[in-house]
């Protein structure tokens, strides 16, 4: 759908084409490079980047708004990739054990989401340029996060805390899905952080779960990877980085 003024590919990049490959390297690679920049206070300046994304995620909403002349509760901003901007944006002014927790959930749950949204992302290669240009900056803000705080050794000695940040999270996600699918404002449904019961399964390998097994088991399969994966991810990264 056209906005005045708002730029438009002819057709959209596909998965997997070398556009896709190209600028998903590309982010990553700029992503870690700014990383290694040296900053004198990384936690403010994770807590202002944070803000910006915060800022930069209402420009997008209003766009959207713009562009379909209603609520889109499909884009709602709380996915898994979404929450780093919330958790980073009073980072200064948490406890040292909160800080921990939250500096552990990015450099383990968030780089992975990040990662993976890079590897297969098919909500974000959109034919609106902004859109499009925006979930790709996203997604190297993320990483950049993570790699400062893996840089800067910000995160914490246990994976647990950010687990349970991590259901805490899926649990408000699951009632924005409930809330979403049982309104009557707004377009669409939700799919928050991709578990929601009243939506079919879209994630790759998971959707077969789905299909085999029932929406709510692939849902606990889903969490239950995930959360391995990370803790996997922050291992390896601690043992790293403690050599």
Known sequence: MEITGAAILKTTPGLFSAFHIVLSCLTLLAAFVLSSVRIR?????????????LLSEVIKQVFLFRMHHAFQWWYFPFQLCSVPMYLLCCLTRISDEQRKTVCTFCASCSLIAALCALLYPENMLHEQVFLMTHSFLYHGWMLWCSFLIIRNRLY???FLPACRLLVILAFIAEIINTVGFFSHTGY???????ISPFVPATQPVFKVIAEHFG???????????F???????LTVIRRFRDQ
């Open 188 to 194: 669409g449904v939700p799919d928050m952080f991709y």
């Open 156 to 158: 914490g000695e246990r």
């Open 227 to 233: 959360s391995l994966v990370s803790c996997f991810c």
């Open 215 to 225: 929406r709510i088991t692939e849902i606990i399969v889903y969490l239950s990877s």
């Open 41 to 53: 206070d990384p936690l403010k300046a994770l807590e202002i980047s944070a803000r910006i994304a």
